[in-house]
């Protein structure tokens, strides 16, 4: 009995595994300076909407970060309807070249009062990539620094799956 249940939670933890190694849902980015972004990828209009919405301080680690992808370069601009932390919102070119980094944006709690809730400039680029704004990894980005994607699929793969799927 002990090694059924054995193979069943083996069975389970590696459907997990398998599960939030999505490489549609999570990649990896490398940073020119050795660290790592575990990163969910948003590129859904669902997700967009949703980004980090509703995800609080402690469900999120300082490692971590959501990449808005998208398909063409266009004027990208954000706002932080119920937000928990402060955030990093790094702009990026179709080859994960920083662009321009807006730091410190501001969190805000609820959607009450549309009018309070913090908004960044618009910044023509390709992708973004939100990280907190507290996060070490962030406050080590600059302008001209080089993300390198680390996925089971190319992001040229990616793309493709993408558009298989009918989202593009």
Known sequence: ??????????FVLLSCQR???DPLKNIQLATPYGDTIETTLSYTMADQTQGLSGVKNEEY???QGM??????????????????F??????LDK?????????NVPHY???????????????????????????????KLKVGDQLKWKS???????????????VY
């Open 1 to 10: 009995m002990r090694k059924l249940l054995s193979l069943l939670l083996l």
């Open 19 to 21: 599960v939030s190694q």
């Open 61 to 63: 680690e300082e490692n």
């Open 67 to 84: 990449l808005f992808y998208y398909m063409e370069d266009g004027e990208k601009a954000f706002w932080m309807p119920d937000t928990y």
């Open 86 to 91: 402060d955030l990093d919102l790094i702009f």
């Open 95 to 103: 080859d994960l070249k920083i662009l321009d980094i807006v730091r």
């Open 109 to 139: 709690v609820g959607r009450a009062n549309p009018d309070l809730i913090p908004k960044v400039r618009p910044v023509w680029a390709r992708h973004t990539l939100e990280l907190k704004a507290s996060s070490p990894i962030s406050k």
């Open 152 to 166: 089971s699929l190319s992001m040229e793969k990616t793309e493709a799956k993408m558009k298989e799927k009918g």
